[in-house]
């Protein structure tokens, strides 16, 4: 009898250890710190978690895996799972979307923002473009249109933009060019040291990383309605570890992205923005705001020059009059 008891003692700690070696964990790369940015997929995380009584987790590193510049670049080599990152960051290894970050594409909302992006995340040819990194595009991180937040004497009006030196990247940096400013590319993280030395006087974000990361410390103004444009930030995730899960697991992670989105829109409407406006004016910011002929001439020389650029520079790589025409149809869809 005691051998049997032995027996099946040790026939159950083996189905112990079994299951729990069989619980899968990914490792999701973000950078900076849990903010509106990220909510999403802290909530996938959590959905995952729930749903599969914790047999498959995302284990979230903020900094901790990669820098943001070279997120896409672990992803393709497997050194995680999962990771976030800004198409603007490096224009040449995923053309297909920057499509999204022309400067007046008339986005009006988070909710368009987030379709238009998901749309354009299932297009064959981006699809394509992103397995050159064995990536396949998971979600976006919609954010609102891009403005201008900076120190010393306010761009009261457009043409004080001249001369001036704006971290912008993407579509944006070329929409500021044009008002003679002087874009600089840098990932958020390297801004508030930038604005303390000086190498840029201004930096366009949502407002979300004004605040996330010190531009509101050390602002003077800040433009309400110049809109040029904002970036598009994909999570991805590498193909061969999503091939790898079970239907269990794939379904899970999938089957919660709509909710993840949904969370993440709700916290930013409702959370980073009712902190928005009393942080400008708790910390006496000045608002600029240019009047309808002047936004309206600033996007009459933007838009569709920057357009023209975007198609000749890429068509020799992905059918990008296509996909700009995709994007133009899907936006003429969702205003009818």
């Known amino acids: ?32 710190k849990r903010r509106a940015f990220t909510e999403h997929v802290e909530k996938l995380a959590e959905l995952v978690d729930q749903k599969t ?19 896409l670049d672990g992803i393709s080599i497997g050194a995680f799972e999962m990771a976030q990152f800004c198409a603007g960051y490096h224009e040449d290894k995923n053309p297909s979307i920057t499509v999204l970050e022309l400067p007046f594409l008339g986005v009006s909302s988070l909710d368009q923002e987030r379709d238009l992006s998901m749309a354009l995340y299932q297009h064959p040819a981006v699809v ?3 397995a ?64 303390d030395s000086g190498v840029v006087k201004a930096v366009s974000f949502a407002p ?52 993840a989105l949904d969370h993440y829109v709700d916290y930013y409407e409702n959370e ?23 936004v309206e001439s600033f996007k009459e020389m933007t838009a569709g020059p920057a357009a023209t650029a975007w198609i000749e520079k890429n068509s020799g790589t992905i059918p990008a009059q296509e996909l700009y025409d995709f994007v133009q149809d899907k936006l003429t869809d969702g205003q009818s």
């Open 1 to 32: 009898m005691k051998s049997l008891i032995g027996t099946s003692a040790l026939a159950l700690l083996a189905a112990s250890f079994a299951t729990e070696t069989a619980a899968t964990e990914w490792n999701v790369s973000l950078w900076g």
């Open 272 to 294: 980073t923005m009712a902190k928005w406006w009393p942080t400008l004016e708790d910390r006496g910011i000045e608002e600029i705001t240019y009047d309808d002929s002047a």
């Open 128 to 130: 394509e473009d992103l």
């Open 132 to 195: 050159r990194w064995n990536a396949t595009l998971l979600m976006p991180s919609p954010m609102p249109q891009y403005n201008i937040a900076g120190s010393g004497e306010a761009p009261t009006t457009l043409e004080s933009f001249d001369g001036l030196t704006v971290r912008a990247t993407g579509g944006i940096g070329d929409a500021m060019s044009m008002l003679g400013a002087v874009p600089t590319s840098m990932s958020a993280s390297e801004v508030r040291q930038a604005l």
């Open 208 to 259: 979300h990383a004004h605040m996330s990361f010190g531009v509101v410390e050390t602002a003077d103004w800040w433009t309400t309605n110049l809109n040029p444009g904002t970036v598009n930030c994909p999570v991805v995730v590498n193909t061969d570890a999503l091939d790898a899960l079970t239907d269990e697991e794939r379904e899970a992670l999938l089957g919660s992205v709509e909710e």
């Open 53 to 71: 009584d914790g047999a498959f987790t995302l284990n979230i590193s903020y900094g901790g895996l990669s820098q943001n510049t070279e997120n």
